[in-house]
């Protein structure tokens, strides 16, 4: 019995290694639709047939950091929610994704949040996965480790909490094989790369885009080279805008409404934006 244990296991990680090895090739010849937004600032686009098991739906949004930085912004609320695309619209915001997990009873952002020095919210019941930093001003931006310290040691204007944190000096960190981090969803990752800053949406729940989990999501980054990752609020709060497309901005597939359209925001209490 336990001879017959092993060999099974065996031939299950044998599998896995194949079909990563094959997802791992499958990626790095994918095709990807590029639109520059801005002069600095490109909106790649991709759909897979057959990536991590099914069809995906990927946005991604590369902001070069030596032209934006001093444009990168948050903007959230202490209490309520609005859908991404009017936050964006009200802050002039070129592109924007959700940011942080929020109170659904009562908005707000779950986790500590600072916008231009000011504590907007602070974690009183902090979410069991927020255990990174995203910290910038208009100098320097950081993705860092939740510590003890880290956030005397960031007296950055612009603080964000979130995560599980999924890259680290590009390499991946060991995330729990739990419910949340193992099943796909929707998933909305921001990752720094070189001198650039991504923001990254893969849509889910519907068979066209199936979502991933986050050790999937962790090794989508790490293909693409990124250096520092953190997830951000998925689910029905997945959403990536950009400035002057149809359908509100919104250029990925939200699932609230259960329908693979446009259509689907969730309202959610930050996003991250570039400003106009």
Same mark, same amino acid.
């Given at each position: 019995?336990k001879?017959?244990?092993?060999? %099974?296991?065996?031939?299950?990680? @044998?599998?896995?290694v ?16 590029e ?14 047939q ?12 590369e902001?070069?950091l030596?032209r934006?930085? /001093? ?5 959230? %609320?202490?209490?309520?929610t /609005?859908?991404? +695309? ?8 070129? !592109? ?23 504590? !907007?919210?602070v974690?009183?019941?902090?979410? =069991? ?5 995203? @910290?910038?001003? /208009?100098?320097?931006?950081?993705i860092? =480790?939740?510590?003890? *310290? ?13 995560? &599980?944190?999924l890259l ?17 969803? &929707?998933?909305?990752?921001?990752? %720094? ?9 893969? *849509?889910?729940?519907?068979?066209? +885009?199936?979502? %991933? ?5 962790s ?9 520092? @990752? ?6 029905? +709060? ?7 497309? &149809?359908?509100?901005?919104? !250029?990925?597939y939200p699932?609230d409404?259960?329908?693979? *359209? ?15």
């Amino acid at each position: 019995m336990k001879s017959l244990f092993l060999s %099974l296991f065996s031939l299950f990680i @044998a599998f896995s290694v194949k079909a990563q090895h094959v997802d791992s090739i499958t990626f790095c010849k994918q095709v990807w639709q590029e639109q520059h937004v801005k002069k600095g600032i490109v909106w790649k686009q991709t759909h897979f047939q057959h990536l991590f098991g099914g069809e995906q739906e990927i946005n991604l949004i590369e902001i070069d950091l030596r032209r934006h930085l /001093k444009n990168l912004r948050l903007a959230g %609320l202490s209490i309520g929610t /609005k859908l991404s +695309s009017s936050f964006a619209q009200e802050k002039n915001a070129i !592109v924007a994704s959700n940011g942080g997990f929020f109170n659904t009873k009562i908005g707000g952002a779950h986790d500590f949040i600072k916008i231009n020095g000011t504590v !907007v919210n602070v974690s009183s019941n902090k979410h =069991p996965r927020a255990n990174a930093y995203l @910290a910038f001003d /208009k100098r320097t931006i950081q993705i860092i =480790p939740q510590t003890k *310290d880290s956030l005397r040691e960031t007296a950055l204007d612009n603080v964000l909490l979130s995560g &599980p944190l999924l890259l680290d000096d590009g390499l991946r960190i060991n995330i729990k094989n739990d419910k949340f981090n193992r099943n796909k969803h &929707p998933r909305t990752a921001i990752a %720094l790369k070189d001198h650039t800053l991504i923001l990254l949406t893969v *849509d889910g729940r519907n068979k066209k +885009s199936h979502g %991933l989990s986050l050790h999937e999501l962790s090794q989508l980054l790490a293909w693409y080279d990124c250096d520092k @990752a953190m997830n951000l609020d998925g689910g029905g +709060s997945t959403t990536l805008y950009i400035k002057g497309q &149809p359908d509100d901005g919104i !250029v990925n597939y939200p699932s609230d409404n259960k329908t693979f *359209d446009h259509q689907g925001e969730r309202p959610v209490a930050n996003i991250i934006y570039i400003k106009d």
